[in-house]
């Protein structure tokens, strides 16, 4: 993959350039600030007299509602949640955007799986920021960056690209390094290390390991120090340093026992699971169900939600978590 930094990106590409960012959630807020504490003109789009209209206000950013916001934009950035993104692209976004701008994507899902068809004649391209806004904000005010992904998907203008590293580079990534990816690649992978590792996978091995313990007469608060507390220590270290500083500064006995023992935990029939998931991705099959879920008010979702929320595990931490609270 290629790795773009600084002196490869050109800021004054979009110098005196219409910047709308739709969207002020975590990453709408952070990338609208960077990009403005860069220089840039940003207009925040949202609902008229909204908390996120009133926020973005309070941050001294301008605020438009998103058909005006849209309206003479060069770049019309969609940071909004896949969900709401296709209605809203049809209802607001291309009937006012003008030939020649480009859309921009944090996350390739509407782009990749069709749910939005932008028209001949306007830039796609996507900027994606490896980390949560609030960690993007932080690196950028500290003088840095985080990591992040462009993509072109059709470029109209020849400008696409330097359109997209401009971008990074206004919100502190050129700084960390730039990949270059397809919005399918992002998309597709991005979607299944969500499903089977960081957010499903991670938090079914958590609670199998709190209900393991609890079954073999564990207190709960022993249980959660060791499956749940001490899982982001570990973490820290493997992204510091890869797994061989984890396997470094964990204890001989922890090593041996880890090495000796995970395949009994991740199994055969589990990579068959993973792969069953990418499948699912891949073929568009967990599209189809996530916009069903969508159409369907979240029902299924809300059910699991309340599900994950009474959980013995969750008022244990919630309670063991206050412990560590600093007192005012």
């Excluded at 739709?22 to 952070?30: M, V």
């Excluded at 509407?110 to 900027?127: H, Q």
């Excluded at 969500?194 to 313990?213: N, P, S």
């Amino acid at each position: 993959m290629d790795i773009y930094h600084d002196s490869d990106a050109d800021l004054n590409v979009l110098k005196g350039k219409k910047i709308a960012v739709l969207g002020y959630g975590a990453q709408g807020r952070a990338q609208a600030l960077c990009l403005h504490d860069s220089g840039l003109n940003v207009t925040v789009g949202v609902r008229k007299n909204g908390a996120s209209w009133s926020k973005a206000k309070e941050d001294g950013l301008k605020v438009a509602e998103i058909p005006d916001a849209v309206k003479g934009a060069d770049v019309v950035m969609m940071l909004l949640p896949d969900e709401v993104q296709p209605d809203l692209y049809k209802e607001m976004v291309e009937p006012n955007m003008k030939k020649g701008a480009a859309l921009e994507f944090a996350h390739g899902f509407s782009i990749t799986y069709k749910l939005i068809s932008p028209p001949e004649g306007i830039d796609v391209i996507m900027m994606a920021p490896k980390s949560p806004g609030d960690m993007e904000r932080i690196a950028y005010l500290e003088g840095f960056g985080v990591p992040a992904l462009i993509s072109v998907y059709r470029d109209s203008t020849g400008n696409a690209k330097k359109i997209a590293l401009a971008l990074a580079k206004g919100i502190g990534s050129t700084r960390a390094g730039v990949f270059e990816t397809s919005f399918d690649f992002e998309t597709k992978s991005d979607l299944f290390g969500e499903q089977a590792v960081l957010c499903g996978g991670v938090t079914a091995m958590i609670k199998a390991g709190y209900e393991t313990l609890r079954e073999g007469g564990y207190p709960p608060e022993i249980a959660y120090f060791e499956v749940l507390h001490e899982v982001k220590l570990i973490v820290d270290l493997i992204q510091a340093g890869g797994f061989s500083k984890m396997w470094y500064v964990v204890s001989n006995t922890a090593e041996f026992g880890g090495l000796t023992r995970r395949d009994r935990v991740i199994t055969k029939e589990s990579k068959e699971g993973m792969r069953s998931i990418l499948a699912d991705i891949e073929s568009g099959k967990f599209k189809d169900e996530w916009r069903a879920e969508w159409r369907n008010g979240l029902k299924d979702l809300k059910k699991m939600e309340a599900d994950e929320s009474s959980l013995e595990l969750e008022k244990v931490g919630k309670d063991i978590r206050a412990l560590f609270e600093r007192k005012k």
